[in-house]
């Protein structure tokens, strides 16, 4: 698994440890996010959906999801994030060593 990796001071967020924006991780602590293997298979299936929504349709949906969630299901902000499929789809199987080898396009559907 390649990802690009770049830490810096201001993305993520407080409380997490790595964000995925257009295929490229971002981490403030480069050391901490090498270690958490999970994290990685976490961060590289969000790496397959941008690839597989050609770039531009990832972050659309994922905020769609996101505000639906927010405002239709009226769900407080980590009960929102937990329940977009895209991350349902990359927290289920980030335990799982090979998932990503055997993934098929566009399986975060099935969590829709």
């Given at each position: ?16 440890l ?6 490229i ?6 050391e901490?996010?090498s270690?958490d ?8 299936t ?21 505000l ?18 895209f991350?349902?789809?990359a927290?289920?199987?980030q ?18």
């Amino acid at each position: 698994m390649i990802m690009k990796i770049i830490q810096n001071k201001l993305i993520p967020f407080s409380g997490y440890l790595a964000i995925n924006i257009f295929g490229i991780i971002f981490t403030r602590n480069k050391e901490k996010l090498s270690k958490d293997i999970k994290c990685q298979r976490h961060e590289y299936t969000h790496t397959l959906q941008w690839k597989e929504l050609w770039y531009v349709g990832f972050l659309p949906l994922y905020c769609y999801y996101y505000l639906k969630n927010r405002f239709w299901y009226k769900m407080k902000h980590k009960e929102a994030y937990k329940n977009i499929p895209f991350e349902k789809e990359a927290y289920y199987h980030q335990e799982d060593f090979d998932y990503n080898l055997y993934r098929n396009k566009f399986a975060w559907k099935k969590y829709v």
